[in-house]
């Protein structure tokens, strides 16, 4: 019996239409007393007639406080007329089911509430007075609200992540596709909320798949796949799937959220790992085979000498050719060895200057014998930095070499070092012929070179070694202007090298 029906029967009226509520008391008190509602009872001017115990703890009043008056449990008086518009309505018979709005409690807190409305009619069908049924909702209201937020948070998350987010029933079919599907997959999330086959999962392997859904479904627990989707251009895409079953509170399984992953991304990253383990492979077999080389070569070279010297003067030509020849293998095979020796590499704080200078004896002969003039310039106060010394002077004789292979007789190359808080920095100005564009591009290159006795291996090989040093190289180079190299490198104590 609706609470409109059991306030009906407890109401007799006379004939002439008069309302004459008399109610009875035991019934009032087992059923509506026991609510945990706001009940309340008001004759047609708007006027409490009857109320309910539960009234008094949602609003904190006593009910002698409100019985005879009208409602003043409203926030303030700009709420009157939506009630007095409400029970305009329900004075004309209408019912009104669940109308939310706000009240005021007796100590000025502000709720939430939800009231069914309903007219008491007599039994000649007039309407003689009206029932509320009022419920407090702030809490209700407040949880439906954070759930609301958190789906919407769930839904952004959905909504905008690359993987491929979906939902399913029991029966596997998709309810919900994320907007990725269109990236990964090339077609719109709807197809897949409208498509009941699984004629976009590879038929090799649908079976697989069907059986561990079916395990899924049977332990409640979640799986992992890797299988093949269509993509809407007809390749297969190789796709990784975690799916978790959603238990609802009787223990059953309501939906499954899967998460899918495109892999062709990571199998290829995969493969370029593999890839670079085979370099490093080669790298290694490299340095054996350029020893290989070098032993045999030394040898010819040998028995080449020793012909040349007994040879008649007709054939000297192409002895010393043959040897110059064997001598650029060598200088080939040397360099590259270099570039692929697994070397121990030791890090020593070492004196910048005085590695300098060591170079700059070795190389001064060279610079001595081609007119060109060395100038250095060095700051006062600088800082040690950590190197493998032999290294790094491997690198500047290349910068060194290179600028006065570059430089005119009478030329002037200037080297100077300066530092700041965290890099030292060296500089190697040469006022050679310098580099066009199209040099300058391509420098640095394995074999690239210019110089027709060149092996193109200098500055790739210094390259390397200032990186290893986590320094890096800075060229600026004008044609027929020179060449500046500026080499930084850090004043830290600590640099972590991978051995090589
Ligand atoms: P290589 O010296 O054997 O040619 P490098 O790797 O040392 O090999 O240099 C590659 C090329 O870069 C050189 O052939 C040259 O063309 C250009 N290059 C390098 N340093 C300079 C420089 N200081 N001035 C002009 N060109 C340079
Ligand atoms: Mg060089």
Known sequence: MSINEQVNAAIHTDFDGKAELAMDHSFWESFIDHSADAIGLFDLDGNILKLNKATETVFGYSREELIGNKVVTIPDESYREEVVDLQNRVKAGESIKDFETLRKKKDGTIIDVSITYSPVMAQNGKVIAMANILRDITSQKKAREELQKSEAKY????????????????????????????????????????????????????????????????????????????????????????????????????????????????????????????????????????????????????????????????????????????????????????????????????????????????????????????????????????????????????????????????????????SDDHFLKVKVVDHGHGMPKDTFSKIGMPFFTTKRKGTGLGLMISQKIIANHKGSVEFDSKQNNGTTVTISLPVTRTIYVKEE
């Open 155 to 418: 839904r952004l998350i959905a909504e905008n992540t690359a993987d491929l987010i979906r939902i399913l029933n029991l029966d596997g079919q998709i309810i919900y596709a994320s907007p990725s599907h269109v990236r990964t997959l090339g077609r719109d999330s709807k197809y897949y909320e409208r498509i009941r086959d699984f004629s976009f999962i590879h038929p090799h392997d649908l079976p697989v798949i069907g059986e561990q859904f079916q395990s899924m479904i049977i332990d409640k627990s979640p799986i992992h796949l890797e299988y093949r989707e269509l993509h809407n251009d007809g390749h297969w895409v190789s796709l990784e799937a975690h799916c978790t079953p959603v238990i609802n509170e009787t223990n059953r399984i309501d939906s499954i959220v899967m998460v899918v992953r495109d892999q062709t991304e990571r199998k290829h990253t995969e493969e370029l790992l593999r890839n670079s383990d085979k370099l490093a492979v080669i790298g290694q077999m490299a340095a054996s085979i350029a020893h290989e080389i070098r032993n045999p070569l030394t040898s010819l070279k040998g028995f080449l000498q020793f012909l040349h010297s007994n040879s008649g003067r007709g054939t000297k030509h192409y002895y010393e050719l043959m040897l110059s020849e064997l001598e650029r293998i060598n200088l080939i095979v040397s360099e590259f060895l270099l570039l692929a020796k697994p070397q121990v590499v030791r890090f020593q704080k070492t004196c910048i200057k005085r590695l300098l200078d060591h170079i700059l004896t070795l190389i001064n002969t060279q610079a001595i014998e081609e007119n060109i003039e060395i100038e250095t310039s060095f700051a006062e106060r600088l800082p040690e930095i950590e190197c493998d010394e032999n290294q790094l002077k491997q690198a500047f004789l290349n910068y060194l070499k290179n600028a006065i292979e570059a430089s005119e007789p009478g030329g002037k190359i200037v080297v100077t070092i300066d």
